[in-house]
């Protein structure tokens, strides 16, 4: 399926189906550095769907999460959140996702 997303990406860029297809598969086949990588991409396109711009920081909150606790600050993660918020000001996701960070990093 991988290779079908990917063939598919190469043969029309201007399509953004594909490269979500290919960061949301590599999410489910336990690959979250390559999803975190493309979800960056995409959630870098001003016209990037507001999806993209949340499974992007909900990524990047769930590796924050799982490095070692005496080694992370939400410091690491606010930028994305910050960015988050000010594409997506009615979203409750930003809000969601900094209160997970900062409950786990008490």
């Not at 009615?90 to 997970?100: E, T, V």
């Amino acid at each position: 399926a991988l290779a079908a997303y990917r063939r598919a990406a190469a043969a029309d860029p201007r399509r953004p189906d594909a490269p979500a297809g290919i960061a949301a598969l590599l999410v489910r086949l336990g690959r979250p550095a390559e999803a975190v990588e493309q979800y960056r991409r995409l959630a870098a396109a001003p016209d990037a769907p507001p999806a993209v711009r949340v499974e992007y920081a909900r990524l990047r909150v769930e590796q924050h999460l799982a490095a070692p606790a005496g080694g992370r600050s939400p410091a690491d993660v606010e930028p994305v959140l910050a960015e988050l918020a000010a594409k997506l000001p009615d979203s409750a996701a930003p809000l969601l996702l900094r209160a997970d960070v900062l409950v786990a990093d008490r």
